[in-house]
């Protein structure tokens, strides 16, 4: 048996579980309770019942695009579990989902909000660009704590032993 460790799976199934997850925070926080915006609410403004239809299949498509982003996680995190050589660390793990979550804000943000102008993040204020501004300095946010936090779990080394024990 190898004494070498590897993080690179634990930080793969978090990822995408905190991409997964901060779609889920999105889409229920910023869609469903707060209704600042749909999936397609600049390009279709949800003012009448069809456009409301059709925005809210489109958000469906979102919540199923994340739920199955959020499992595939999951099932990587089972995974990693039976695997030895994988050191339990919640800086890392903790760090991977912060991770996630930013790069879902940030390639969402700029995808979505800048480039192909689906939707903003408030897309009843006068001035979007500050909103969309804030969710990228977010994201910003998330990604370097994220980041700082799989760094300091660098050195964790609690792995699990054949028996199943930790060390």
Do not use: C
């Amino acid at each position: 048996m190898t004494n070498q460790l590897h993080r690179s799976p634990l930080i793969s199934a978090g990822v995408l579980m905190g991409a997964g997850l901060g779609g889920f925070v999105d889409g229920i926080v910023l869609h469903q309770i707060l209704q600042w915006h749909n999936m397609l609410s600049n390009q279709l403004p949800p003012d009448t019942l069809v456009a409301a239809k059709v925005n809210m299949y489109w958000d469906g498509v979102f919540h199923a695009a994340v739920w199955i982003m959020t499992a595939i996680g999951l099932r990587m995190l089972w995974s990693v579990g039976n695997r030895h050589d994988v050191p339990w660390s919640g800086r890392t793990f903790m760090g991977a989902l912060l991770l996630g979550w930013g790069l879902f804000n940030v390639v969402e943000g700029i995808i979505d909000h800048q480039l192909l102008g689906l939707h903003h993040v408030q897309e009843y204020a006068t001035n979007k660009l500050p909103w969309d501004l804030a969710f990228l300095g977010f994201g910003l946010l998330l990604l370097l704590s994220g980041w700082s936090l799989i760094r300091a779990g660098r050195h964790d080394t609690a792995s699990r032993s054949v028996a199943g024990e930790y060390r």
